[in-house]
Each structure stands twice: as C-alpha cells, then as structure tokens.
C-alpha cells in the first residue's frame, strides 16, 4: 500500500562523511525502485534507480542497495557535498508498466560544514 | 534526460477563483502523466493520473469537479483548481514517464506553489 509518513526524519552528515538513507518499502511485487532528490520549492529530481533483479547499482558518488528479503532499499552517498543537503523520497513501482509511483514519507539530510 | 516544464511556478490567487497549472514534456511523448500534490515537510500524495484523450482517473478522495484535468494532446496536461480556497493551498507537482527499453522513470516538473488568499 501506499506509505505516506506524518514526520520527515531527518539525517544531519559532516560534510565529506558518506551518507546512508533508508527506506523500507510495502509491496513484494514492485519490480522497480527510484530515488529522488527534492530541493526546497522544487520538484524532484531523478538520482538512480534499481530493478528487482539487480541487489547494487553504483551511481556517480551514489549507490543503491535493494534487498527484496526485508523490502529494504538504501541510499548511500559518498563525500557528502552541502549541495547534497535535500530531502530525498524511495519510489517504488507496484506494477509492471504506466502505473504511478508510490513514494516513501522521505528523508531530509542536512549536511554540516 | 526527459524534461517537464510545469507552469506557473507560482501563484497567489482570491478565493474562488480558478487556476490552471501547464506540464508540458518537451522532448518526449507522454500518454500518461501524473499529477501529486504535496504539503510542506510532507510526501508527495497522488491526485490523479492523467491519460491523453480520455478521462482522468482520480485517487480517492480527490475531488474530480474541484480537480479539473484535461490531457489534449502528447504533451501537454492541465490542472484547474476550480473555485479555490485556503484549504487547496499547497504544492502541485505533475510528473510523466518516459517510455521505451522498460524505461519506467518518471520525471517530475519544477512544481506550482498555490496560494489562495
């Protein structure tokens, strides 16, 4: 089902430490997952992405892990920039095909100078 | 990567007025878009998908009278909020999947910010 949070939990980094966002998603049968990056009064902005039968992809400065056992999707970010601070949303789709994407409640990282 | 142009980026209006939002995908097709609206420090919440020339399908719960969409044509999908009042401040974002070789991203537009005094 969809998972919308009441609460953005938020991730304070050092600047140059890496990152790692959680999300935990709800349908077994998604087959595709997306993370996106939304700026304040922006919308989101695409990152990476991952299919079922992938476990790791690697981005620039990026990577994505999937483990469909405990649908548990992660986000890590490598030398944490301040232009990386933002919130960022796990999207998954439930069905093969034009189907919209349900997202996560989201994770806002405030990276520190 | 695909572009969606979303316009206004932001607009103040009078209570009971109507307001029209634009997404335009400018280097693609998009058969589908999708419209979400999101409140502040919260997610993004679908309305409804939009499907060119036909009817659009609404979540429920969202006010398809209120919430008018209209899909004309390939690329281009409107939003009128009608008869607008405080409560339907908020952020608009509409989004459109490009498709072809199981491309399945969806790419969002820059979102309308909806005041209605």
């Known amino acids: 089902g969809e998972s919308v949070g009441l609460h953005l939990p938020t991730l304070s980094v050092q600047e140059g430490d890496n990152s790692i966002i959680n999300c935990a998603y709800s349908n077994s049968a998604s087959d595709y997952f997306i993370w996106y990056k939304q700026e304040s009064g922006k919308g989101p902005q695409f990152i990476i992405d991952?299919?079922?039968?992938?476990d790791k992809r690697q981005g620039q400065r990026v990577t994505v892990l999937l483990n469909k056992t405990v649908k548990h999707l992660s986000l890590q970010i490598a030398a944490t920039q301040p232009g990386d601070s933002a919130v960022y949303f796990c999207?998954?789709?439930?069905?093969?095909?034009?189907?919209?994407?349900?997202f996560g409640k989201g994770t806002r990282l405030s990276v520190i100078a | 990567g695909a572009v969606v142009s979303q316009h206004p980026s932001r607009v103040i209006c009078k209570s009971g007025t109507s307001v029209k939002i634009e997404c335009r995908s400018l280097d693609f097709q998009a058969t589908t878009m999708f419209w979400y609206r999101q409140f502040p420090k919260k997610s993004l919440m679908l309305m409804a998908t939009s499907n060119e020339g036909s009817k659009a399908t609404y979540e429920q719960g969202v006010e398809k009278d209120k919430f008018l969409i209209n899909h004309a044509s390939l690329t281009l999908s409107t939003l009128t909020v009608t008869s607008a009042h405080p409560e339907d401040s908020s952020f608009y974002i509409c989004?459109?999947?490009?498709?072809?070789?199981?491309?399945?991203?969806?790419?969002f537009g820059s979102g309308t910010q909806l005041s209605v005094l």
């Open positions: 991952i299919r079922s039968n992938m």
């Open positions: 989004s459109a999947r490009e498709h072809g070789h199981g491309n399945e991203k969806l790419f």
């Open positions: 999207a998954e789709n439930p069905n093969s095909g034009n189907t919209p994407l349900v």
